[in-house]
């Protein structure tokens, strides 16, 4: 009887993998040299052919290696959907699902992104917000989208907006072009609410036309590691609440911060870029920030004991902190406008992206100067002046 139920699960697990069509399978791995890591079977699975057949049948708690990655697409439906990750184990594949390094037991799954629920939980940079909230544009981001020649509606459609997959196993990219960018996992060190993830990347993607480096350093992708020499990197992840950050693990500097929302909510913004910013779907609302506690110390994982500065939100009415340097853009090294006097009062028309600076955690804000603004030096600002400022000295 016990036999015939394991059979019968199997089963299920069968008929749910072949709801899909295995229209391309693609061997990730192939000619990219991974190094082989030890994995863990954390549930009874079915072993697959590249064709999708059942060929063996592997239990629980089993150990492997293996330096071998694919995924499988489904061609039928628009745009083509690679719905299953696998490793690979003897002659055939394991989905990802069922399997974490052997010498840890995974990531939060809140935080995880199966392939089971991939439609459900999508990680997508927090500035897709800021396409419904201000006059900025997908190509205020991404260089990419304009320099190749996404802009032109004619020619081009998105297929997508831009994501990041994690998973017990990998990390992946995912650039407005289209390309994934794989980096397998090879072990994981947890510091209270941060993960520090060693990876590796392919060799074919560390150089050429489309490497790493060249697209998403120019996607939006901030501070990122240089692969052009080292293939092995530390990325360090810290959700909180539907907000998920990951930042470069040798100098602690953001890479990008990620929203959670789902598949849905990520085709009706294609529709709305896709039709130059007119027609916005019902469901396409910003998506509001929902954070659980403060931003942690990277280096021990625990809160940060520095003011930690979340308050920022559009039409506030805020103060100067201390002398404060009004710019033309979001960062340090756009012009300098005025400095404000500490005390001046602005209002926040818009949120920038998000930074750490000094060890405090906040948004560039795009602000309007208020009546009685001074500069360090006594002079006046003119009431309704506009540039940026660093939000984390607001107050």
């Known amino acids: 009887m016990k036999k015939k139920l394991i059979q019968f699960f199997l089963l299920i697990i069968s008929i749910s993998l072949h709801a899909q069509n295995w229209d391309s399978f693609y061997e990730v791995s192939e000619g990219d040299n991974y190094t082989e890591k030890s994995y863990k ?67 939060p799954d809140s935080m995880v992104t199966y392939n089971k629920d991939r439609q459900e939980k999508r990680w ?21 989208y304009e320099s190749f020649g996404l802009k032109d509606k004619e020619a081009f459609s998105l297929s997508d907006t831009h994501y ?62 240089d692969f052009t020499e080292n293939r ?33 909510w990520c085709n009706s913004m294609v529709a709305y870029i896709d039709s130059n910013y007119k027609t916005k779907h019902s469901n396409l609302k910003p998506i509001k920030e929902n ?5 942690a110390d ?28 009004l710019r033309s853009g979001e960062s340090t090294s756009t012009q300098v406008l005025a400095v404000m006097q500490a005390g001046t009062k602005v209002k926040i028309l818009e949120l920038g992206k998000a930074e750490t600076i000094d060890g405090i955690s906040s948004n560039w804000v795009k602000i309007e100067i208020q009546s009685g603004a001074k500069d360090k030096d006594g002079k ?3 009431k309704g002046t506009v540039g940026w400022c660093y939000g984390g000295y607001l107050k």
Not at 52 to 58: E, K, Q, T, W
């Open 41 to 107: 079977v954390i549930k009874d699975s079915n072993v697959y052919d590249s064709n999708g057949r059942i060929i063996n049948h592997v239990s629980a708690d089993v150990l492997f290696k293996s330096s071998k990655i694919a995924s499988v697409q489904d061609e039928s439906v628009e745009p083509f959907d690679v719905f299953e990750y696998f490793i690979g184990y003897e002659n055939g594949w394991i989905s990802t699902d069922n399997i974490v390094l052997s010498d840890f037991e995974g990531l």
């Open 124 to 144: 997508i940079p927090a500035w897709y917000n800021q396409l419904l909230t201000s006059n900025k544009r997908i190509e205020d981001f991404s260089d990419i």
């Open 164 to 225: 990041v997959i994690i998973n017990h196993n990998f990390l992946i990219f995912y650039s407005i072009l289209g390309q994934y960018y794989f980096f397998p996992i090879k072990g994981i060190d947890q510091k209270n609410s941060v993960y520090y993830v060693y990876c590796e990347i392919g060799e074919g993607q560390q150089s050429g036309y489309y490497s790493y480096n060249k697209i998403l350093s120019r996607d939006s992708f901030c501070n990122l590691p």
């Open 232 to 264: 092995n990197c530390i990325f360090i992840i810290e959700q909180n609440g539907n907000r998920l950050r990951l930042y470069n693990g040798k100098d602690f500097k953001l890479i990008i911060e990620l929203m959670k929302t789902d598949s849905a």
């Open 291 to 295: 954070l659980e506690h403060t931003w």
């Open 298 to 325: 990277l280096r021990n994982g625990l809160p940060e004991t520095s003011a930690y500065v979340s308050q920022v939100s559009i039409n506030k009415i805020m103060k100067v902190s201390e002398n404060l340097k």
């Open 380 to 382: 006046s600002i003119k």
